[in-house]
């Protein structure tokens, strides 16, 4: 079936610790994007790919890293420089032609 | 301002009875989608309906119905005959820029609740 991969679906980090959350998609489109949700929040743009190779930060990119290798492939590292990462990561790929974007699970991240 | 406003935080609606859920938007694009996602407690984010700002009509899809208010930029949902499986947050949601637009944003949500 086609879709979207988030693992892990629960996350635990010490603090200064770097942690790599996957994504992936069959669904063959361009641009994937990363999210994050914090408790009673709607959601936060972190990174966006339109790409293989490309992207670009969104309004809170700060302390996140992203790589672009494969169109099937997004996955987001959570540095230790984010200074408060627990919260709930979505990952979503866009399809055409109408831009709808579909969602992973959800990876939530909790730092002990 | 905000792109996306959601003036319902919270809402309870009558199971089998049709509920809105409001929604307003702030774009000078010409071209915008419109959407609709479900996020129930489990947190995954479920697309329920897309409309495009040159559609005429309105969009359904299955219980689900936009009502598409483009002079009032207004897009709310209505869902009908309410079941309990809708209690959930609903997010509505832009895209800006066309259909290769990246430009999406979000609202706070609406958590629905349907009572038995």
């Known amino acids: 079936d086609g879709g979207i991969t988030q693992s892990p679906k629960y996350l635990f980090r010490k603090e200064g610790q770097n942690v790599t959350l996957s994504c992936e998609q069959n669904?063959?489109?361009?641009?994937m994007y990363w999210y994050r949700q914090d408790p009673g929040q709607g959601l936060r743009l972190i990174y966006y790919s339109q790409i293989v190779n490309d992207f670009q930060k969104g309004d809170i990119a700060e302390g996140y890293s992203v790589s672009r290798e494969k169109k099937e492939s997004f996955p987001l590292t959570v540095t230790s420089a984010q200074k408060n990462p627990t919260a709930f990561y979505l990952c979503?790929?866009?399809?055409?032609?109408?831009?709808?974007?579909?969602f992973g699970p959800g990876t939530r991240l909790t730092v002990l | 301002a905000q792109k996306i406003t959601q003036t319902q935080p919270g809402m309870f609606v009558q199971e089998k009875e049709a509920v809105t859920l409001d929604c307003t938007y702030d774009?000078?694009?010409?071209?915008?989608?419109l959407f609709w996602y479900k996020q129930p407690s489990s947190g995954e984010m479920i697309f329920l309906i897309y409309q495009g700002s040159y559609d005429e009509q309105n969009a359904t899809e299955g219980r689900y119905s936009l009502n598409f208010q483009k002079a009032r930029k207004s897009a709310n949902l209505v869902i009908s005959a309410s079941q309990l499986g809708d209690s959930a947050m609903y997010f509505c949601a832009m895209r800006e820029g066309g259909w290769t637009g990246n430009q999406f944003y979000f609202g706070t949500g609406t958590s629905l609740t349907v009572i038995p």
């Open positions: 979503a790929s866009m399809g055409q032609p109408d831009g709808t974007q579909y």
């Open positions: 669904l063959n489109h361009d641009a």
């Open positions: 774009t000078s694009d010409q071209s915008y989608g």
